[in-house]
């Protein structure tokens, strides 16, 4: 059973950054072979795929982040980020990973995900 580990949320101001980081716990599975996304559910609203990318380290972003999120993974280290520039408040949310829907893979049970607040 793979178990999806976020972290690297927190409170920051409008305009600062934050880096997040997915990995899937234990040492024998690896995210690395999988296309990934990160999701993201701010209250009261449904969870949308924010940023994607390919085993090959292809991506995709929602407009709604374009410019100011970068997706990455480290391969070596079997880990995705997520890097968030200029921050704005309808940023917050609380931000997950998982495969990437539009991929044609089934999504793996959800993790805890990690809490993004951004104040204004």
């Known amino acids: 059973q793979v178990q999806l580990v976020e972290s690297g949320g927190g409170l920051v101001q409008a305009g600062g950054s934050l880096r997040l980081s997915c990995a899937a716990s234990?040492?024998?599975?690896?995210?690395?072979?999988?296309?990934m996304g990160w999701y993201r559910q701010p209250p009261g609203k449904q969870r949308e795929l924010v940023a994607a990318?390919?085993?090959?380290?292809?991506?995709k972003y929602a407009d709604s982040v374009k410019g100011r999120f970068t997706i990455s993974r480290d391969n070596a280290k079997k880990t995705m980020y997520l890097q968030m520039n200029s921050l704005k408040p309808e940023d917050t949310a609380v931000y997950y990973c998982?495969?990437?829907?539009?991929?044609?893979?089934?999504?793996?049970?959800w993790g805890q995900g990690t809490q993004v607040t951004v104040s204004s």
């Open positions: 234990g040492s024998i599975f690896s995210i690395n072979t999988w296309p």
């Open positions: 998982n495969r990437d829907l539009n991929s044609g893979y089934d999504l793996w049970p």
């Open positions: 990318i390919t085993s090959g380290s292809s991506t």
